[in-house]
């Protein structure tokens, strides 16, 4: 069970290119913003996170199966995980950011990625509409 967590990985370049080629400014790893959110406009108010589906525990997902071996170790940990990432879903909110979290499987299908965030930007239009 040795997975490197780094950062730029596959699932989060793929999104950054759709994002990109929709035209959306972003910063990257935002450390003012609850979560360091993988993506964020802070001025539009959106964030976006880009998740790994077996550390955040992706339900029904093929890729977070429960582990198999040194599970005192791995549950307690995917579940403060899980804790944490509804926390600061929770304090955005508050802040009035619209996020979006897209799981690593997500990302394999470029079209269904790009459509996935299409609709996203949609949504924060619309909200930045009747806050004006
Ligand atoms: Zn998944």
């Not at 999104?15 to 450390?31: D, E, N, P, W």
């Not at 549950?75 to 879903?89: A, F, G, S, Y």
């Not at 929770?90 to 459509?115: G, H, M, N, Q, Y």
């Amino acid at each position: 069970m040795s997975r490197i967590r780094s950062k730029d990985t596959k699932p989060e370049l793929a999104v950054r290119r759709a994002v990109a080629s929709l035209g959306h400014k972003y910063r990257l790893h935002v450390k003012g913003l609850p979560g360091a959110p993988d993506m964020a406009n802070k001025r539009q108010k959106w964030a976006i996170f880009v998740h790994g589906c077996f550390w955040h525990s992706h339900k029904g997902c093929k890729f977070s199966s429960n582990p198999k071996s040194n599970r005192l170790y791995w549950i307690p940990k995917l579940e403060r995980t899980q804790l944490r990432d509804h926390d600061n879903r929770r304090k955005l909110d508050d802040e009035d950011f619209s996020t979006l979290v897209i799981w690593e499987c997500e990302t394999a299908d470029s079209t269904k990625l790009k459509r996935l965030i299409v609709d996203f930007f949609d949504t924060v239009q619309k909200v930045e509409k009747t806050r004006f």
